[in-house]
Each structure stands twice: as C-alpha cells, then as structure tokens.
C-alpha cells in the first residue's frame, strides 16, 4: 500500500465513509474528527462522504484511522486517472450495499409474509403454526437484520448508541421473548391460537409470540433502507451525467497525422479534429472551420452557437455542423465540464446550518428513546400489566422512534435539489446559500453581459432620400469586413444577414481614430465618424443628422456613410437587451425582490435599458471598482442584498452581496467569486435558482417537521401501548420514504422558460 503524502496548508480532502446507518453515525465520526488537533470536519450521512480541512504536513492516513477506530470505514480519494469524460472502472457503478440490500430485502419479504399473514389471520393458524413462524421468522431476524445487529454491536464497543441499537434491541428482544414462550411457556402449545391486535392487551405473556413483529419490523425498515439507499443514488444522477457527457477518445493531429488517443492522453496545446456529430472533447479554440455546436447537454441552450477560428468551445458539446481543428487549452479536472461537477460535488458535501440542527437532534435522540423505552417498561410493570404487555410497549417504542426521517430530511433535498439545479445549469456552490435566498430582497443587475448581451449589433439603419438601404448596408458592410475593430465586425454581421454575400474590397485602409475607407465595385466608399466625412465635403442633412444626435444621445454608436461624393446615411450600433431580460426582471419582481439596474455606462443609456426590461432603479455612471462599495451601501441601508454579474470587476461585488450569482458565460474570476454560478447566459436563469434554493429550503423545512412531529407524537403512543410493534415498524419506515419520496419532487422543478 502507498502511503500518502502530507498535505500543503489547508488542505482540504474527501474520504468515503463505509459502515454509516444513520445520521447519528454520521455526528459521531464528525465529533471524532474535529476532536483532531487542527482538524475541521463535515460528514454527510447522503452522500457517505466526510468533507476534511487539514493543516500543512499533516498526514492523511490519521483521519483514517480514526474513522477506523469509530468503528466505520475511510478511503482516501483515488488518484484520478480518467478525464471527467471517460466511464470509471465498472466496479464503480455497481454498489455492493445496494445489491445486499436487495438480496436481504428479498429474502425477509418471501420468509415474512407467511409469518405476518399467520399471525393477522387466526383461520391460518393451523396446529403447529407458531413452530412454522420461528422457522420462517429465525433468518429474517438474524440474517436479514444482520447489518443491524453489527452496526450495533461496534457502536457498544466503542460506547455509542444509533438508530441500529434502537432496530437491534427491538428485534432481538422480540425474537428472544418469542422463543421463552414457546420452549419454557405455553405459546408452543398444539393448537394455540393468536389473533392480531393493533392494541396491547393484558396478559402474563408467556402465550404469546412476536416473531411476526420482529420479522416486520426487519422487512419494513429494509425496505426503508433499499429505497432510502436506491434514491441516494437517483439523487446523484445528475453529477454522474455530468461526469459521462464527454468524450471517450479524442482524433490529435501529430506531425500532420491523425492518431487514435484516449481523451486522458490530451495536453495543453494538442491539436484535435471533430467532426460534425461527434462531441468536442475538452475546451479549446477553434483554430481553422466553421461550425455551429450544441452546447444543450452543457448549457441548457436549445440554439446551436455558430463558431469560427479564434472562438472558444467546451468539452462534451457537439459539433452540429462542419469539420473543425481545435487546440487545447484546458484539460482534466481544469474543464469547464469537470469544474461543473466539483461545484456540484462540493454543494452536496457540505452541510446547511438546518442540518446541523438536525444532525444534533439525532445524535442525543437514541439515548433518550432507550430511557423512555427502558421506562415504559417499568411503567407498564408498576401498573401491574403483565410482562408481555410491558415488553410489547418498549419494544414498539424502540422501533418507531428511529430517527431515520430526520438523518435524511436535509441531506437529500439538497442532493437532489443540487442535481436537480445542475440539468438546468445552476450550480449552487454551498448548501448554506440555500437559506441566504429566503431573506435576499434586493437584486443588484450589472447591465453588459448580464441584462445586454455584451456585444455590439447593428441595430438601425438610417438612409438618406432616394438612397436603397441595400445598397448602404452592401457598401458599408463589405468595408467594414475587412476591418478588424468591433464595431466594425456587428456592422459586417448585421450587413451580410441582411443582403448577403459581401463584395470584395480593394485599397482598403484604415484613418486611425476615424474610419476606413476603401473601393467597393469601383466605389470609393468612407465609413467613420461624420468628421471623416466632412474632410471629403460629404455632410449629412439636417434630418439625419438629427436622427444622429437623438441615437448618440441614447448612448448608441453611430457610423456615417458616404461614396460618390456624398452622405448616404448612417448606420446605429448598440449593446442590445437579452430577448429574455424583461421576462427575466418581471420573474424576479413576482420573487417580491426588488431589481437595481447597476452600469458604468452615462445615465441615458442606463434609464434607456432600465426602462425596456422593466427596471425602476437605476445606478449609473459608477467605475467597476466602486460596483463594490454600492452594493456595501445597500447593504448599510439594511437591505439583502443578491448581486448577478459576469466580468472581472463584477467579482469584488459579488463576493461582497449577500448572495452572488455569476452568468456561465463569464469570466472565471466573477465564477469564482459567486455563492451560485449561472451556466447559461440567460438572466431567466437566476429567477430559477431563486426558485430553486427556495423551493429546496421549503422541502427541507417540511421534511424536518415530518421527522419531529412523526417521532413526538409516534413516540408516546407507542409508549401508552396503543400501537403494535409490527405497525410501528411499517410506520417508522414509512416516515423515511415519505422524506425521500418528498425531496424527490423536486426533480420535477420546471424553468420559467418552459411554463
């Protein structure tokens, strides 16, 4: 075996825990950990994951050894040998706990069902019946329990008390009360009868059996156990999807040649073709073709984005177009695609301060149900009950009060919130930025990037009299497209989807700070400022220039035309309004936040926006360092503050606000800098992870009252004698599914983009 190196400073490192059953395992291997000098530890119960943050030098094999010495399981993370594309080892998908689950399952539902039916039925009891049920019921309580008299059992060694103390002892006693009654009583008796109550009755007990309790209670909570067990994994589909969207192998150009490599063999600076229907991958510049790729899978984007040499393209999209050469530029675990994953992996790690809460409670909750269990037992005694129906009740408080529901009320809302959030393109960084959305009331929008799009388009085309707008756009267009500048590049693109293919241009030259100018079909056209114009006596006429001014005075870029000798027209260029930032604005005004339109843009330009999407208030003119001390200032007026941006100089702001959300599409600081990272550039996107988070913190707040309200009313009744082991059983699971099967429907969470 390896030993593994030391870790740097503050080093942060996953184990995978083996062995936990409850989440009072999980408190108590946490407690272990953080009893560790220097040592800061989360453990998850759902994902079976313990979150460690370690000091420089210190060596990771003693984290192992004390889970070990708990009474659990600890691996050390495996060194990653595949990209996030490629399929693990095939060991990894199957889960051994899973398919023991579904083998004991199995077994305790065929063996039990006669010994329930036997015992609920009295016309089914035939002579020897209750010699037919300790056949039947005997591997049920030993075998298929056998997990859970382990888990027990290392847990006294080590003097610690869970859930599988309170399964164990239940069953245990039950099976031992029923063979005392049959071998030293008189329930072995030919011909004794035992018709089923839901109540306790008075009796000396040595007539009557469990075995049909013991055997039910074993078959309902692994039942519980299966499905709990199977949903997990259903839960963290959406991270393994994440993982398998990439592709297998990779064509790299070497020396000119085509070679056959795993995706795990690509470099920095590998030079790689995808062809149309395969998948791109790793991330890359497109160094020569055109295509259009289907980020969809990646971004939720259903419109193929056109690409050309010098754009950037993702691994694991697809090339729905023509062929491409791609170079390199980030590979392994650096992707976007496997960043995504780490975010989603990191979100369902770590711990919301609810659970925590919750984590708490069930850490003193089994001691406390052994006390009362151990108390109605003498309760019932005292009162001269017999002992049947003293044991009766302890054992049923046992069972009923297992503290399963609460264990798994946080840990799979967030898994599945999380996951859930991740197909849409959300990826919430932190479990704690759940609760940060119930209270944001203020929404701080950066305006390019975020509420525009970012980029310059044409947008208006403006002739003068007797002047054919084709003839404008085909003129200025082809001039323009020989220009390199940007807002020379929206004019050609604006120019060629209208009128088409672009003429050539001859003696083109660029007047720095002025223009171009060029022959256009024997033309000699000039495309600039209207300056350039008047210096070849071109000038515009009064109503264009006026048109000039009003666009100018809305913050719009705005480029003069002429040719033979005169002003042709001119042509209107801007940063436009996403099509969805209005939906976008009224989404978040329905959340009952109020939305702040923030620019370093003049203040025409920002009311203009503001008052096409919707917005009521409006900070202009502010430099991209001070974006930071606006959102302090909102915060001082004692507003929460939820800041969404995309650029560098959003990040300070972002990290500043209560609760920051970066678009996807922009850079890696402002990502970094965010609680919630928007994969899609669509601002409709952060109405949904509003949505979202509150809609998970909802399911965790109703999945925790389930769990406390189940066990203080369930608890006393069992207590009272007024509900029959074997039902407590079933209803103890039941409580379990119930929290499962409720975090589960946020799997069907829909984007306001689709209702």
């Avoid at 149309?276 to 510049?285: M, R």
Wanted: glycine share 10%; aromatic share 4%.
């Amino acid at each position: 075996m390896t030993t593994p190196a030391p870790l740097t400073a503050d080093a942060g490192i996953e184990l995978e825990i083996g062995g936990m059953t409850c989440a009072s395992c999980a408190n108590r291997i946490e407690r272990k950990l953080n009893k560790l000098d220097g040592v800061s530890a989360t453990v998850n119960y759902a994902t079976e994951k313990a979150k460690v943050t370690v000091p420089e030098g210190y060596d990771p094999a003693l984290l192992v050894a004390e889970v070990e010495k708990s009474g659990y399981t600890a691996a050390l993370p495996r060194p990653q040998t595949t990209t996030a594309g490629e399929a693990s080892d095939p060991a990894d998908k199957a889960d051994p706990e899973l398919t023991s689950l579904r083998q004991r399952l199995i077994g305790s539902i065929v063996l039990t069902v006669p010994v329930i039916a036997m015992a609920m039925i009295p016309a089914l009891q035939f002579t020897y019946w209750q010699w037919a049920s300790l056949t039947l019921a005997a591997p049920v309580i030993v075998w298929a329990a056998w997990p859970f008299h382990k888990a027990a059992w290392i847990n006294l060694r080590h003097g610690a008390a869970t859930m599988d103390t309170l399964i164990s002892m239940g069953t245990s006693a039950a099976l031992l009360w029923s063979l005392y009654a049959l071998f030293f009583g008189t329930a072995g008796t030919p011909g004794m009868t035992h018709p089923f109550e839901f109540t306790i009755a008075r009796s000396d007990g040595a007539g009557n059996i469990y075995l049909e309790a013991a055997a039910g209670v074993t078959m309902f909570i692994l039942a519980g156990r299966y499905f709990e067990k199977r949903s997990k994994r259903e839960a963290g589909a959406a991270l393994r999807a994440l993982l398998e969207l990439g592709a297998k192998e990779v064509a790299v150009l070497r020396d000119g040649v085509e070679v056959k490599i795993p995706t795990s063999e690509l470099v920095v600076g590998d030079e790689f073709i995808v062809r149309p229907g395969e998948k791109i991958a790793t991330d890359g510049v497109v160094v020569s073709g055109t295509s259009a790729i289907d980020a969809s899978m990646l971004t939720g984007e259903s419109v193929p984005v056109e690409v050309v040499s010098g754009d950037s393209v993702a691994g694991a999209t697809v090339n729905a177009g023509g062929r491409l050469v791609v170079r390199a530029t980030r590979v392994g675990s650096d992707t976007q695609l496997a960043q995504m994953a780490k975010l989603v992996e990191d979100a369902q790690t770590g711990k919301a301060d609810v659970q925590r809460l919750a984590d708490r409670i069930s850490g003193v909750f089994v001691p406390i149900v052994i006390v009362i269990a151990v108390a109605a037992l003498g309760a019932w005694l005292g009162a001269g009950f017999g002992a049947s129906a003293a044991f009766t009740a302890a054992v049923a408080v046992l069972v009923i009060a297992c503290p399963c529901a609460l264990g798994l009320a946080t840990p799979t809302a967030l898994l599945v919130g999380t996951g859930r959030g991740a197909q849409m393109g959300i990826l919430i960084k932190g479990p704690e930025v759940l609760e940060s959305t119930r209270e944001v009331d203020t929404v701080v929008l950066d305006k390019t990037g975020t509420v525009t799009s970012g980029k310059m388009t044409l947008v208006s085309v403006i002739t003068e009299a007797g002047v054919d707008r084709a003839d404008l756009l085909r003129f200025a267009g082809a001039l323009e497209n020989a220009s390199e500048h940007p807002i020379a590049a929206a004019i050609a693109k604006g120019a060629a989807a209208e009128v088409g293919q672009l003429p050539t241009v001859e003696e083109f030259s660029n007047i720095e700070g002025k223009g171009v100018q060029g022959i256009v079909d024997g033309v000699a056209v000039l495309v600039g400022r209207e300056s350039l114009l008047a210096g070849w006596s071109q000038r515009l006429s009064n109503d264009v220039a006026a048109a000039k001014a009003d666009a100018e005075a809305e913050g719009k870029t705005v480029v003069a035309v002429g040719w033979d000798g005169q002003a042709r027209g001119v042509l209107v260029v801007a940063d436009t309004v996403k099509e969805t930032s209005a939906e976008a604005i009224a989404g978040l005004k329905e959340l009952g936040l109020t939305p702040v339109l923030l620019t370093g843009d003049n203040a025409a330009v920002a009311n203009r926006i503001a008052a096409e999407v919707g917005i009521d208030e409006v900070i202009a003119e502010v430099l991209p360092q001070d974006k930071v001390d606006v959102v302090s200032r909102l915060q001082s007026e004692g507003k929460v503050v939820a800041m969404v941006g995309d650029g560098v100089n959003d990040a300070p702001a972002l990290a500043q606000a209560d609760l920051g959300l970066a678009m996807g599409t922009g850079t890696d600081v402002a990502i970094e800098a965010s609680d919630i990272t928007l994969v899609r550039g669509d601002l409709r996107a952060a109405v949904d992870a509003i949505r979202l988070s509150r809609k998970t913190l909802g399911t965790i707040k109703t999945n925790l009252f389930w769990a406390f309200a189940y066990n203080v009313a369930a608890i006393p009744i069992a207590a009272l004698g007024m509900l029959n082991p074997m039902l407590a059983g079933a209803a103890m699971a039941f409580s379990s599914v119930f929290v499962v099967g409720n975090s589960l429907r946020l799997r069907g969470f829909r984007s306001v983009a689709v209702r």
